[in-house]
């Protein structure tokens, strides 16, 4: 007899196959209950992103104290370490009572600035021949600490104020040695002022804005006399005594702005000009090519010479500050704890 046919089995749909008993259960629910499930797991992930945002502000704040403050090149300030020199800058200038140390933000620039300057100098000293010996870092140390460098105390003295300042060593040794490179830097500039430079003799009407300038260079091109008008607008003191008078300047005793648009008139010609707090009318009364320069007037050159080598050498690294409030990167928590710790301390 033939053999008979298998009969093929024709799978049944998915859709009318029976469910286990957990897919039963869910297909079974009810609408309110898949609505509630979806506020408990929205409810759920709030919460872990709420958990995750405090726990990464409890790392930061954590970390802050530690985290770079100001950065030049490769040398970097912490924010712990800025703001024990902030506290240190204020009691030099007057202290808790004072503005600034009712107001510790007012000096986050200046601060920022010498530690800036600092790291500068302790790069680009040697460039300039300048060095500083263990003896003269030593020196400078005790005039820190107000004793003399051959103290017996002064290893004690020092570990006291690394203690008191929460600093290093190696950080306390590097502002000695800055310090000490500055006095040199400045010294040798002095050194290299020439015995005669090109020589402005100026007088000068300080007011308080563009409108006035204007008004009275107009006046004084129009007959008034400059004397009379310096002593009678004029807000610089000694105005009303010396008519404005300001003397002689030789090249490089003046802001270079200034310089430039003084040193360009000629005797009898006026200009005006804008400083960060002032405005100015100013007449060259002459000008000499040669004038002998006064040992009173050195400090004013060697102090720019200094400041334009200064500024000339920050342009050639990269600085991130994020501690001045009108810099380029300001970093609002890390100032707001350099601020409340320093008011804290004081």
Avoid: C
Avoid at 130 to 144: H, R, S, Y
Avoid at 193 to 217: G, L, N
Wanted: proline fraction near 3%; charge should be neutral; avoid cysteine.
């Amino acid at each position: 007899m033939p053999k008979r046919r298998r009969r093929s089995r024709v799978p049944t749909p998915a859709w009318e196959r029976e469910h286990g008993a957990i897919g039963s259960q869910l297909l079974s629910r009810s609408a309110q209950f898949y609505a509630t499930a979806g506020v408990i797991a929205l409810v759920l992930a709030a919460l872990i992103l709420v958990g995750f945002g405090v726990g990464k502000k409890w790392i930061d704040d954590r970390n802050r104290p530690g985290s770079t403050a100001v950065q030049v090149e490769d040398t970097k300030y912490s924010v712990s370490y800025y703001t024990e020199r902030l506290r240190q800058f204020i009691q030099q200038i007057g202290g808790a009572s004072s503005q600034i140390g009712q107001q510790p933000q007012l000096a986050l620039g200046a601060v920022s600035d010498q530690l800036i300057e600092e790291a500068i100098v302790l790069r680009f000293a040697q460039e300039k021949g300048q060095a500083a010996t263990d003896d003269e870092v030593k020196a400078q140390i005790a005039t820190l600490l107000s004793i003399k460098p051959d103290a017996a105390d002064f290893d004690a003295r020092l570990q006291e104020e690394l203690q008191r300042t929460k600093s290093s060593e190696s950080q306390y040794r590097d502002m000695a040695r800055a310090a000490a490179l500055k006095k040199k830097l400045q010294g040798q500039f002095t050194a290299e002022i020439p015995a005669v430079a090109e020589s402005i003799h100026y007088r000068q009407i300080a007011v308080a804005d563009r409108t006035t300038a204007d008004a009275i260079k107009k006046q004084i091109e129009g007959g008034a006399d400059f004397a009379q008008v310096a002593a009678e607008k004029s807000t610089a003191q000694g105005a009303k005594d010396n008519g404005g008078d300001a003397g002689w300047a030789p090249r490089g005793a003046l802001d270079q702005d200034l310089e430039n648009a003084l040193f360009a008139l000629q005797p009898g010609q006026l200009t005006t000009f804008a400083s960060q707090s002032n405005f100015y009318v100013y007449q060259v009364l002459e000008k000499q090519a040669d004038r002998p320069v006064e040992d009173s007037q050195k400090s004013n050159v060697s102090s720019h010479a200094y400041q334009k080598w200064l500024d000339g050498k920050k342009a050639t690294v990269n600085i991130v500050d994020h501690m001045n409030p009108i810099g380029k990167e300001p970093d609002a928590k890390k100032i707001q704890y350099a601020v409340s710790r320093v008011q804290q301390a004081t």
